[in-house]
C-alpha cells in the first residue's frame, strides 16, 4: 500500500485506527483526511511551542480544554511525549462516556502520561488532579463560551501558551440580536448586525476581537491566522497566545469602549475579570 502522506514516520496507525481517522484496513476517506489535516496542522503551532518549554527545562503540561474525543491530545502525545520521559496531558471534558473511553484508549495503548477528567471549568481550575501550573492549554473547537471557559483556565493555571481554535460562537450574537431596537437607536453601527446572517458572522467575528484584547490585556502577545484553508473548514481562526508579561496598557480601556458603543456592557464581566 502507497504510503498516505497526512501521516508522519512513527505515527502510531493503531491509534489513527482507534480514532476513526483510518479504516481498519488503513484507507483514509475524504472526511478523516481532511480531520487528520486540521489537526496535523495545529500540531505544527504547538510543536515549536512544547520544543521551547523542552528547553527551558521545565516540566511539560499541557491540558486540553473541552477535549471530545481527545483527537488532538492523542495525537500530540503519539508525536511528541511519546518519544520523551517527562510531561503529561490531560482532557478536560464534562461528558462522561467521553472520559472513560479516552482512559480505555490510553490505557490500550500504553499512554501512561496521559490523564482524562470529567470536570467543568469551574472544577478544574480547583481540583487536585491537576497541577497548579500548566505550561499550555489547548482549546479545539471547543462551542460558544466553552473557549471562554479555557481562557479563564488558562488564567487560572498561569499558562505560558495559549492555543485556540474558536468554534460555534452564539453568545455575543445572541445579544447582539437582543438589544437590536435599541441599538438601532443608539448607534448606526447597529446596521453591521441588522440581518440575521450579518448578526451570527459580525458576533463570531467580535467575540475572537474581544477575546484577543482580553488576552492582550493579560500580557500575552498574540498570534491570529488561519488553522487550514477555509475549503476544510469555516471554523477556522486560530490564536495563538505567549505570555510575556507586558500588558497592552490600552488593551481593557478598547474592550470596554467597543462593548458600550456595541451595547454590549452586559457581557462585561465575561471578558473583564
Same mark, same amino acid.
Request: hydrophobic share 40%; with cysteine.
Given at each position: 500500500?502507497?504510503? @498516505?502522506?497526512? @501521516?508522519?514516520?512513527?505515527?502510531? &496507525?493503531?491509534?489513527?485506527?482507534?480514532?476513526? @481517522?483510518?479504516?481498519?484496513?488503513?484507507?483514509?476517506? !475524504?472526511?478523516?483526511?481532511?480531520?487528520?489535516?486540521?489537526?496535523? %496542522? &495545529?500540531?505544527?503551532?504547538?510543536?515549536?511551542? /512544547?520544543?521551547?518549554?523542552?528547553?527551558?527545562?521545565?516540566?511539560?503540561?499541557?491540558?486540553? %480544554? *473541552?477535549?471530545?474525543?481527545?483527537?488532538?491530545?492523542?495525537?500530540?502525545?503519539? /508525536?511528541?511525549?511519546?518519544?520523551?520521559? #517527562?510531561?503529561?496531558?490531560? *482532557?478536560?471534558?464534562? $461528558?462522561?462516556?467521553?472520559?472513560?473511553?479516552?482512559?480505555?484508549?490510553?490505557?490500550?495503548?500504553?499512554?501512561?502520561?496521559?490523564?482524562?477528567?470529567?470536570?467543568?471549568?469551574?472544577?478544574?481550575?480547583?481540583?487536585?488532579?491537576?497541577?497548579?501550573?500548566?505550561?499550555?492549554?489547548?482549546?479545539?473547537?471547543?462551542?460558544?463560551?466553552?473557549? #471562554?471557559?479555557? @481562557? +479563564?483556565?488558562?488564567?487560572?493555571?498561569?499558562?505560558?501558551?495559549?492555543?485556540?481554535?474558536?468554534?460555534? !460562537?452564539?453568545?455575543?450574537?445572541?445579544?447582539?440580536? +437582543?438589544?437590536?431596537?435599541?441599538?438601532?437607536?443608539?448607534?448606526?453601527?447597529?446596521?453591521?448586525?441588522?440581518?440575521?446572517? %450579518?448578526? $451570527?458572522?459580525?458576533?463570531?467575528?467580535?467575540?475572537?476581537?474581544? $477575546?484577543?484584547? !482580553?488576552?492582550?490585556?493579560?500580557?500575552?502577545?498574540?498570534?491570529?491566522?488561519?488553522?487550514? *484553508?477555509?475549503? %476544510?473548514?469555516?471554523?477556522?481562526?486560530?490564536?495563538?497566545?505567549?505570555?510575556?508579561?507586558?500588558?497592552?496598557?490600552?488593551?481593557?480601556?478598547?474592550?470596554?469602549?467597543?462593548?458600550?458603543?456595541?451595547?454590549? #456592557?452586559?457581557?462585561? #464581566?465575561?471578558?473583564?475579570?
Amino acid at each position: 500500500m502507497p504510503p @498516505i502522506p497526512e @501521516i508522519r514516520p512513527g505515527q502510531s &496507525l493503531e491509534l489513527l485506527q482507534e480514532l476513526h @481517522i483510518l479504516t481498519r484496513d488503513g484507507k483514509l476517506n !475524504q472526511d478523516s483526511r481532511r480531520k487528520l489535516k486540521q489537526v496535523n %496542522h &495545529l500540531f505544527h503551532f504547538i510543536e515549536p511551542l /512544547l520544543a521551547e518549554l523542552l528547553a527551558s527545562g521545565g516540566k511539560l503540561t499541557l491540558a486540553d %480544554h *473541552g477535549a471530545g474525543k481527545s483527537y488532538l491530545g492523542f495525537l500530540v502525545y503519539d /508525536l511528541f511525549f511519546k518519544a520523551r520521559d #517527562d510531561g503529561h496531558i490531560y *482532557g478536560v471534558e464534562t $461528558r462522561p462516556e467521553l472520559v472513560d473511553s479516552s482512559r480505555s484508549l490510553a490505557n490500550r495503548l500504553g499512554f501512561t502520561r496521559m490523564s482524562f477528567l470529567n470536570l467543568c471549568v469551574e472544577n478544574a481550575i480547583d481540583s487536585p488532579a491537576l497541577p497548579a501550573q500548566i505550561d499550555l492549554v489547548t482549546a479545539l473547537h471547543a462551542c460558544d463560551t466553552a473557549t #471562554d471557559d479555557a @481562557i +479563564r483556565f488558562a488564567f487560572h493555571k498561569q499558562a505560558k501558551y495559549i492555543v485556540l481554535v474558536p468554534c460555534c !460562537q452564539a453568545e455575543v450574537a445572541t445579544h447582539l440580536r +437582543r438589544t437590536k431596537n435599541e441599538s438601532f437607536a443608539r448607534t448606526p453601527l447597529s446596521e453591521i448586525w441588522r440581518h440575521p446572517l %450579518h448578526t $451570527r458572522e459580525f458576533g463570531s467575528q467580535l467575540t475572537n476581537v474581544l $477575546r484577543c484584547l !482580553q488576552l492582550e490585556a493579560r500580557g500575552y502577545q498574540l498570534q491570529v491566522t488561519e488553522l487550514v *484553508g477555509w475549503e %476544510h473548514s469555516l471554523k477556522n481562526e486560530l490564536i495563538v497566545a505567549r505570555y510575556t508579561g507586558q500588558a497592552r496598557g490600552n488593551a481593557v480601556a478598547r474592550l470596554e469602549q467597543i462593548l458600550h458603543e456595541l451595547n454590549l #456592557d452586559a457581557l462585561r #464581566d465575561r471578558f473583564i475579570y
